[in-house]
């Protein structure tokens, strides 16, 4: 490209006035992109905060009615429902029970907020009493029995009402079992988020303190994704779509750029960043120390992820975005 240089041609002309950078603008960050992840367990008027996350609570059902409700009011059109059960087994069992703590919060949102997108989280973590995402049998994860249990936890998702089930497990053909039970069950039109790739990466921290989800003996490492491994990730987002997901994710976000922007040019399908616990957690305890203007850096990142190719933020910052950008 052949252009003039300076001084007929001033980038600065550009840049002269907000209302002028606005209009020129290639990036736009939008309230209808956010998505509020939220953290049920039983109980009522339960509000407890998780100590990593100033401002991030596990809620008993109708606490996280009133906080949905305040982020659809602020703009929010989504959120993410994780569970907690009260208890935990060998075979996940809270994960795919009809009255279920996702199934009964997912019911009561619907109700009382039909409006509002309500996406599931399906794995199975929180509920086995070992604290990985499959079945395990001397001391190894199994992919293909985990399989079924997957498949089931998102049909009793669908029955319960949610508009988008998203498997965040990461066990091989997970999402081919889920859109097969989906369909068996009647829910060919529920869509399919895939955490297509879902790195191991020690920005979760936080999240395993608000989940309960720690895993008691060893990590994730066999099953979620080598943070050196870009083509792998893209190999596995082939898979996820070839098997029927309708959206792709990559968690974790400001560290994994590249990978959003490789999978968006790659696939050109809807493609979600969360930025994940410890992303938030490094803000808020930054913010808190005078270290850093929290508003400025957060609509930062989540403009990075945008300008990466995101197209949908799932972020704990939520409500705070919408109204910033109000």
Same mark, same amino acid.
């Given at each position: ?240 779509? +070839? ?5 792709? *994710? !990559? =968690?974790? #976000?400001? &560290?994994?750029?590249? %990978?959003?922007? /490789? ?11 969360? +930025? ?5 957690? *490094? !803000? =808020?305890? #930054?913010? &808190?120390?005078?270290? %850093?203007?929290? /508003? ?11 300008? +990466? ?18």
């Amino acid at each position: 490209m052949n252009m003039p240089g300076f001084p007929v041609v001033r980038p600065r002309r550009l840049r002269q006035s907000a209302a002028l950078r606005r209009l020129v603008a290639e990036t736009q960050l939008n309230v209808s992109q956010l998505v509020l992840p939220l953290f049920a367990r039983a109980g009522k008027k339960l509000r407890h905060e998780i100590g990593s996350m100033p401002g991030v609570f596990q809620l008993s059902p109708d606490e996280i009615v009133r906080e949905a409700a305040a982020a659809h009011a602020a703009g929010v059109p989504a959120v993410l429902l994780f569970g907690i059960p009260d208890k935990k087994d060998i075979k996940a069992s809270g994960a795919y029970a009809k009255n279920g703590i996702v199934q009964q919060v997912t019911r009561l949102l619907k109700k009382e907020l039909p409006s509002l997108l309500v996406i599931t989280d399906v794995c199975l973590c929180e509920y086995m009493e070992h604290g990985h995402c499959g079945i395990v049998h001397d001391g190894k994860i199994l992919n293909d029995p985990s399989l079924k249990l997957l498949a089931r936890t998102a049909a009793s998702h669908a029955e319960a009402g949610a508009d988008i089930v998203a498997p965040s497990d990461m066990m091989d053909g997970r999402v081919r079992a889920i859109r097969a039970e989906l369909d068996n069950e009647g829910f060919a039109d529920t869509p399919i988020m895939s955490y297509a790739a879902k790195f191991a990466s020690a920005f979760y921290g936080p999240f395993r303190e608000a989940a309960e989800s720690t895993p008691k003996f060893g990590d994730r490492r066999s099953y979620q994704m080598d943070a050196a491994n870009a083509n792998e990730a893209l190999r596995e987002t082939a898979l996820d779509i +070839a098997e029927g997901a309708d959206m792709v *994710m !990559v =968690k974790p #976000a400001l &560290a994994y750029l590249d %990978i959003i922007h /490789r999978v968006k040019q790659e696939f050109g399908l809807p493609t979600a960043a969360y +930025a994940v616990s410890g992303e938030y957690a *490094m !803000v =808020k305890a #930054a913010a &808190a120390k005078g270290w %850093i203007d929290e /508003r400025a850096v957060t609509l930062e990142s989540l403009l990075a992820m945008r300008r +990466a190719g995101a197209d949908i933020l799932i972020t704990y910052a939520a409500v705070d975005v919408a109204k910033w950008l109000r």
